[in-house]
């Protein structure tokens, strides 16, 4: 519970006024409703009893007793219209009473619920928020160990499963006690002995029930994990949909996906069947309180002092009835904030997860580069145990290109990523003109460079906006200017849309030239100083690589780039070529003096010869 209170702490603080109003219309709630039980008492008393006639009006008066005096007018009022009209028309008339407090009560139950739902939506909203700008901002690495299935169950259903806690733990905190105080503060004022009676009997029902609810914080942990599971099958196999066809897996992964489903399946009803239990259990121990509170009412009467009457007891049923639903609900609400509190945990698994890479608080600002960038002495390691680089130095001067070439492994595209701190390195340093990049502003560090991949990553929009990425200012012709820098003018106004054409899921309706070029057209616009190119032509075909090669081409006049090449004719004229091997940079120099030293960079260039 105490993982609950601050969690409200953390999200409540913005709508202490909608709990207030709750709280209150609650309050009210429960008056009217204990006033349109409670007036069934003069209406009993006097209509079916002759002895309990007021004929005499009390005088209001500030010292006299003011609701002993209003009791006693209504009385006398009831009995008026009693005696003149006839006992059918006062019934009428005590009735209208109890439609109007029925009405307010209802009203004011509405309201309740009706400022209880923006609370709820707001805070829901604020975590929704909270976990995207999180994913947003976590390193890229935090989602490798990560399922991603499992993170959109957080996103999602975790937050409904919170959803529904808040919506319960309101309930039980602005609700149910207000409810059950005024009741049974009305009950005593009746009778003080029963409601001792039926206060030590609730109790020992209430234990009982709770034994129910013990094991459903587990239980509901175990089955949002899976639904995690179940949502990473999904959306892999949507997005590899071709290779499942190609390689005839159908059979095996909706198999695969069916045993997933049975045993969240059956997580979830061993969940469904515990908490249904409370309901069943609470009404058939809820009955036999009533029973032996009536049992005991009864012989109260019958044996008494007069201090109870029918009339009365009546009204103490009517009321310790409506008390049953707010208990009951308050057992309910405890099994779903433990429910809820299971799901937060699992967000708080994002939430809470350390960003690593730490922004510098007064970080340099840097709007160009003057000079150089410089590897002294990198070493890095994804995992702590295998160095994927190896004390590798490299210097690359302002305005040359420098490729990177290498088997498949031998860590370039890390070495490349290190730049715009995608990953901290482990040992040694990065230097901007002579500055430690982490002394940088993370937002300007990244706003030197730009970035095409070997995948170019579109996201489901039009193309304009694919193009325009990022820059909020773009006019048309910004965009058509780029475009026509990376070759991609021509065919996409070709598209049934023009620049509007939706481009589908990460890119799908276009082919990989073309895809390739609008990410070209979107590092154009963002005219970087720095330009890190890996491998951007290799999963193309020779006829769209000359296109994308050549849009490249103009993009680097320049610039200062790092090129990553598979093909070696793309980068023959670069300053400078460094041949890395297992982590390290085993030979560097120009085309010709490494065909010339006739080491791994000959080699390469003789297969690719051949
Ligand atoms: P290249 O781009 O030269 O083909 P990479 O830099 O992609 O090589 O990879 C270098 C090594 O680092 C490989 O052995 C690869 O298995 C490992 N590696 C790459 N990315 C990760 C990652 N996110 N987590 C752990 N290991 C990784
Ligand atoms: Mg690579």
Same mark, same amino acid.
Request: hydrophobic share 45%.
């Given at each position: 519970m105490r993982y609950f209170f601050s969690f409200l702490r953390r999200y409540l603080p913005p709508y202490k006024s909608k709990v207030v109003v709750t709280f209150l219309c609650n309050i009210a709630s429960a008056i009217f409703s204990v006033m349109s039980v409670a007036l069934l008492i003069p209406i009993l008393e006097i209509i079916f009893q002759q002895d309990s006639e007021v004929t005499t009006l009390m005088p209001f008066s500030i010292d006299g007793d003011m609701s002993k005096a209003a009791v006693n007018n209504f009385y006398y009022y009831v009995t008026y219209i009693k005696l003149t009209y006839g006992a059918g028309f006062a019934l009428l008339f005590s009735g209208i009473f109890m439609i109007i407090a029925t009405m307010l009560k209802c009203g004011m139950a509405y309201a309740a619920s009706y400022s209880n739902v923006g609370l709820r939506n707001n805070m829901v909203r604020d975590i929704r928020r909270e976990i995207f700008a999180k994913i947003v901002s976590l390193p890229v690495g935090f989602f490798s160990n990560e399922r991603k299935g499992d993170i959109m169950q957080r996103a999602t259903g975790d937050v409904?499963?919170?959803?529904?806690?808040?919506?319960?733990?309101?309930?039980?905190?602005?609700?149910? +006690? *207000?409810?059950? /105080?005024?009741?049974?503060?009305?009950?005593?004022?009746?009778? +003080? @002995?029963?409601? !001792?009676?039926?206060? /030590?009997?609730? +109790?020992?029902?209430?234990?009982? !029930?709770?034994?129910?609810?013990?094991?459903?914080?587990? @239980?509901?942990?175990?089955?949002?994990?899976?639904?995690? *599971?179940?949502?990473? /099958?999904?959306?892999?196999? !949507?997005?590899?949909?071709?290779?499942?066809?190609?390689?005839?897996?159908?059979?095996?992964? *909706?198999?695969?996906?069916?045993?997933?489903?049975?045993?969240?399946c059956n997580i979830a009803k061993r969940l469904s069947r515990r908490r249904d239990l409370a309901h069943p259990m609470s009404e058939f121990l809820g009955t036999i309180v009533v029973i032996i509170v009536v049992w005991f009412g009864g012989t109260l009467i019958l044996n008494g002092d007069g201090s109870l009457t029918v009339a009365k007891f009546l009204a103490f049923l009517g009321i310790f009835y409506q008390i049953i639903n707010p208990a009951k609900n308050f057992s309910t609400a405890f099994y779903n904030i433990q429910k809820g509190m299971a799901a937060m945990e699992r967000i708080d698994k994002i939430l809470l997860a350390d960003d690593h890479i730490f922004e510098n608080a007064n970080g340099k600002p840097i709007k160009q580069l003057q000079n150089c960038i410089e590897y002294r002495n990198v070493t890095f390691s994804y995992n702590g145990e295998i160095d994927v680089l190896k004390n590798v130095s490299l210097t690359v001067p302002k305005g040359k290109m420098i490729a990177l070439v290498g088997q498949s492994g031998s860590g370039k595209s890390t070495f490349v990523d290190l730049l715009p701190r995608f990953w901290d390195i482990t040992q040694g340093e990065i230097l901007i003109d002579g500055v430690n990049i982490k002394d940088y502003r993370l937002h300007d560090l990244r706003g030197l460079m730009g970035n095409v991949n070997q995948d170019a990553l579109l996201f489901n929009d039009t193309i304009y906006n694919n193009i325009a990425f990022g820059i909020s200012n773009a006019t048309q012709e910004d965009v058509e200017r780029a475009a026509r820098i990376a070759n991609a003018h021509e065919f996409i106004l070709a598209q049934p849309e023009g620049y509007q054409t939706n481009v589908g899921d990460r890119g799908s309706k276009l082919s990989g030239g $073309?895809? $390739?070029?609008?990410?070209?057209?979107?590092?154009?616009?963002?005219? +970087?100083? !720095?330009?890190?190119?890996?491998?951007?032509?290799?999963?193309?075909?020779?006829?769209?690589?000359?296109?994308?090669?050549?849009?490249?081409?103009?993009?680097?006049?320049?610039?200062t780039s790092l090129v990553i090449a598979h093909r070696l004719s793309t980068i023959r004229n670069a300053?400078?070529?460094?041949?890395?091997?297992?982590?390290?940079? *085993?030979?560097?120099?120009?085309?010709?003096?490494?065909?010339?030293?006739?080491?791994?960079?000959?080699?390469l260039h003789d297969m690719q010869a051949l």
């Open positions: 409904a499963e919170v959803e529904g806690s808040v919506m319960s733990s309101l309930d039980m905190f602005l609700k149910n +006690p *207000v409810l059950i /105080i005024v009741y049974i503060v009305s009950m005593a004022i009746m009778s +003080p @002995q029963l409601t !001792i009676f039926a206060f /030590i009997l609730l +109790p020992v029902a209430g234990s009982l !029930i709770g034994r129910v609810g013990k094991s459903l914080k587990r @239980q509901s942990r175990e089955g949002q994990e899976k639904m995690g *599971v179940l949502l990473g /099958i999904l959306e892999e196999t !949507i997005g590899g949909l071709r290779v499942v066809k190609a390689f005839n897996a159908e059979k095996h992964i *909706v198999s695969h996906y069916s045993d997933e489903t049975q045993s969240y $073309q895809r $390739q070029r609008i990410s070209i057209a979107r590092a154009v616009l963002r005219n +970087p100083e !720095i330009l890190i190119l890996d491998e951007a032509t290799s999963a193309l075909d020779t006829e769209s690589e000359r296109l994308v090669q050549d849009a490249l081409e103009k993009l680097l006049v320049g610039r300053d400078l070529i460094c041949v890395f091997h297992e982590g390290q940079i *085993v030979e560097t120099g120009t085309h010709d003096e490494l065909v010339a030293l006739g080491g791994y960079y000959k080699k």
